[in-house]
C-alpha cells in the first residue's frame, strides 16, 4: 500500500515533477539505432518522460532529439525534410541542426541574425550497443555515459527490442522484481519456450513452487534472491537485479543467454518495454535470434511497422482459454512477455495503490519503493544523486547458482553478480 | 479494456480486513528498535520481546515465553495463535536464537513469518551472516535492510 501522494510522486515523470527529475540523472534507452539506419533518413517522433520529441540522423550521421515543432507557428517537424545537416520545416522552410539550433529563416534577412535567436529545446543522442540514449536532465549533471554489459558486449553477442506497453512504468517495473508471480503465470513456458528449455534450473522451479526470498539492498539498488530446494540440502538460488530507477535483470538459464528490461515512461500512462538478451562469451546462434524475433522469450510480436504488440487490450490479447483449461499457459495468454503486459495493463494505466493488500513475498517491490521514495527526496532536497548513475552500478549480471544452505547468497555468488568481460555468467 | 475512464468505476469499498501481527524483537539490540514502533499507531499489530532470562529458563521454558513491552509475559503459541503474521526482527549480529522457537511455532500453525535484519548498514558480513543462518531455517522472506526506517515502511505497506 502506498499513500496517494506517494503513489503520484514515483508515477508522475513530466517536466517539473520530482519523479521525473529521477529519471532525467539518467540516461535512458529513446530508440532503437535501426530506427535511424543511415544519414538523412526520414526523421522519428519520440515520446519521453510525457515530453514530445522529434528524432533525426543527419547528413553527417550526427544524432539529433529535439522539441517536435517549430518554433515558428508550432508545425510538428515530423513532417519536415532531413537535408543538408538539418531538419527543415516545410510549411515556410525554417532550418534546424542536430542540436535544435535554428540555422536558416527564409524569410528574414540573412544578415539580421534572426536564426541565431531561435533554439529548440534538444537532449543529447548517442549511440550504444545498438540503442540510441538520451540524457534528459540538467547538462552541468550529464553523467558518463551507460555501461550496461548488454550494451558492451560484442555486436554479434546481444539482440534488443522495444515494445509499447499501455500502463504506468512503475507497475510494469514492480512486475520485473516480483519473483513469486514466476511459479504460477509462467509456468507453461518454463520447458517448451526455446529460449528457456532445457536448462537444470527449470526442474528446481517447477518441483519446488514455493521459493523462499531474501532482499538484500545493493548499491544501485536491490539484489532479489529467490530460493529452491536442490540435491545434498544445498539451495538453488535465482537472483535478479534491480537497478534504479528501471532496469531489472533476470536469472539466467542453463547456457541460455541472460535477460532483462528497461522501463522507460513515454507518459504517465504508458511506457517502453525494452528487452535485451545477450551472452558474455559468445554470439547469439541463429535460431536463438529467429526465436528472439519471433517473439519467444521475453520479446514479443509486434504489429508490422509499430512498437504495438499484436496480443493487445484491443483484441483481449488473443486470450485462449482452451490452452489455460490444458495447462498449455497459465493464464491463456501465450508469450511471457505479453503474460505479464496483459496483466500489468488490467489494473489500468495508473494502479490505485491505495487499494492493494501487499503481503510478505512482495518485500522486493516494497524496498524498491522506498528506495525510489528516498533517493527522490534526497535529489529534491539535496540534491544527491541517486543509485545506478555510477558506471560501477551498471556493470551487474542477475545469477542462477547452487550455494551451501548457510551460506548468504550475496557472498556466495558475489563475483557472479559482477559483468565481467568475457567471463562467462553463472547460470543453472 | 481498462481505461482511466473505465477506473472510475471501480468498487471503491474496503476488500481486506486488518491481519493481526505480531512483531518480535529477538535480541536486546532489535528491543529498542521495536519498542519505537510500538508507539506508532498500527491497525492491529502487537509488539513483543524475547526475554532471555524467561525465555530459557522460566516456567513453560520448552515452549518459550515473550514479553509485551509493558512487562506482561505471554506464550510464543499464544502470540502466534492470534496472529495472521509474524515479523522477527533481529539485530546483525546479534542471537536470534528465539527464531526457531517462533518459527517452529508459525509453522505449526500456518502462520506467515517475515524476518528482518536491522543495522546491516555498518554491520560486517561476518555479522549479518551468523544472524542470517539462524532466521533463514524459519521465514518465508528475509529481508537485510541498511535503513532501519524500512521497518515502519513495510508495516505500513502491509498494511499492518
Avoid at chain 1, 493464464?331 to 512477455?337: A, H, K, L, Q
Avoid at chain 1, 535529489?379 to 542477475?398: C, N, T
Amino acid at each position: 500500500m502506498l499513500r496517494k501522494e506517494q503513489n503520484d510522486l514515483l508515477t508522475q515523470t513530466g517536466p517539473g515533477t520530482p519523479g521525473g527529475r529521477l529519471f532525467r540523472s539518467y540516461w535512458v534507452p529513446a530508440l532503437l539505432a535501426g530506427e535511424l539506419p543511415e544519414n538523412d533518413c526520414p526523421p522519428v517522433r519520440v515520446k519521453l518522460l510525457s515530453e514530445r520529441l522529434i528524432a533525426f540522423r543527419d547528413s553527417n550521421g550526427r544524432y539529433g532529439l529535439m522539441d517536435e515543432f517549430c518554433a515558428h507557428r508550432g508545425v510538428s517537424l515530423w513532417f519536415a525534410r532531413n537535408e543538408e545537416c538539418g531538419l527543415r520545416c516545410p510549411y515556410h522552410g525554417w532550418k534546424y541542426d542536430h542540436t535544435g539550433q535554428c540555422v536558416e529563416v527564409p524569410s528574414e534577412p540573412e544578415a539580421s541574425g534572426f536564426a541565431g535567436k531561435i533554439k529548440l529545446k534538444s537532449y543529447p543522442l548517442i549511440e550504444k550497443g545498438g540503442v540510441l540514449w538520451t540524457y534528459m536532465g540538467d547538462p552541468a549533471s550529464q553523467p558518463p555515459e551507460p555501461e550496461w554489459e548488454f550494451i558492451t558486449v560484442p555486436a554479434g553477442h546481444t539482440y534488443t527490442s522495444k515494445r509499447l506497453q499501455e500502463s504506468n512504468w512503475l507497475q510494469a517495473m514492480e512486475g520485473g522484481i516480483d519473483s513469486s508471480h514466476v511459479s504460477f503465470l509462467h509456468r507453461g513456458d518454463l520447458n517448451s519456450d526455446p529460449l528457456f528449455k532445457g536448462a537444470k534450473g527449470n526442474q528446481y522451479n517447477l518441483s519446488d513452487s514455493r521459493p523462499v526470498f531474501e532482499v538484500v539492498e545493493s548499491p544501485g539498488g536491490l539484489y532479489i534472491g529467490a530460493r529452491r530446494n536442490a540435491e545434498e540440502g544445498k539451495y538453488y538460488w535465482r537472483i535478479t537485479q534491480w537497478v534504479m530507477p528501471s532496469f531489472t535483470m533476470i536469472a539466467p538459464r542453463g547456457n541460455h543467454s541472460v535477460h532483462g528490461h528497461f522501463w522507460i515512461p513515454i507518459d504517465d500512462d504508458t511506457c517502453w518495454t525494452w528487452s535485451f538478451d545477450y551472452h558474455p562469451i559468445r554470439e547469439l546462434t541463429a535460431a536463438e535470434l529467429a526465436a528472439m524475433r519471433d517473439g519467444k522469450g521475453i520479446h514479443v510480436k509486434v504489429e508490422p511497422g509499430t512498437y504495438r504488440p499484436l496480443a493487445n487490450k484491443d483484441n483481449d490479447y488473443l486470450i485462449d482459454r482452451a490452452a489455460q483449461k490444458a495447462g498449455r499457459t497459465f493464464s491463456g495468454v501465450e508469450g511471457i512477455g505479453m503474460q505479464d503486459a496483459s496483466l500489468q495493463e488490467s489494473m489500468g494505466p495508473v494502479v490505485d495503490r491505495t487499494k492493494e493488500n501487499l503481503v510478505s513475498t512482495d518485500n522486493g517491490i516494497i524496498m524498491a519503493r522506498h528506495r525510489l521514495l528516498k533517493a527522490v527526496k534526497a535529489l529534491v532536497d539535496k540534491g544527491i544523486a541517486p543509485p545506478g548513475v555510477a558506471g560501477e552500478h551498471q556493470r551487474v549480471r542477475s545469477a542462477a547458482i547452487v550455494l551451501p544452505p548457510d551460506q548468504p547468497f550475496k557472498d556466495g555468488a558475489r563475483e557472479a553478480m559482477i559483468a565481467r568481460p568475457s567471463v562467462a555468467h553463472a547460470s543453472v | 479494456m481498462t481505461t482511466a475512464a473505465a477506473l472510475r468505476f471501480r468498487i471503491q469499498e474496503p476488500n481486506a480486513r486488518a491481519r493481526a501481527t505480531s512483531v518480535i524483537a529477538l535480541d536486546p539490540a532489535s528491543e529498542p528498535f521495536v519498542a519505537r514502533l510500538a508507539e506508532d499507531r498500527w491497525n492491529h499489530a502487537t509488539f513483543l520481546k524475547w526475554p532471555e532470562e524467561v525465555g530459557a529458563a522460566g516456567p513453560g521454558a520448552d515452549e518459550g515465553w515473550l514479553t509485551t513491552f509493558d512487562g506482561r509475559q505471554t506464550r510464543i503459541r499464544e502470540a502466534v495463535d492470534s496472529a495472521d503474521q509474524v515479523i522477527m526482527v533481529a539485530a546483525a549480529g546479534g542471537r536470534a536464537d528465539a527464531a526457531a522457537l517462533i518459527g517452529r511455532a508459525c509453522s505449526d500453525r500456518r502462520v506467515t513469518t517475515t524476518a528482518l535484519i536491522v543495522g546491516a548498514a555498518d554491520a560486517a558480513d561476518a555479522d549479518i551472516s551468523k544472524t542470517l543462518a539462524q532466521l533463514r531455517p524459519w521465514s518465508l522472506m528475509v529481508v537485510i535492510a541498511s535503513s532501519d526506517d524500512y521497518v515502519r515502511d513495510m508495516m505500513t505497506a502491509l498494511r499492518v
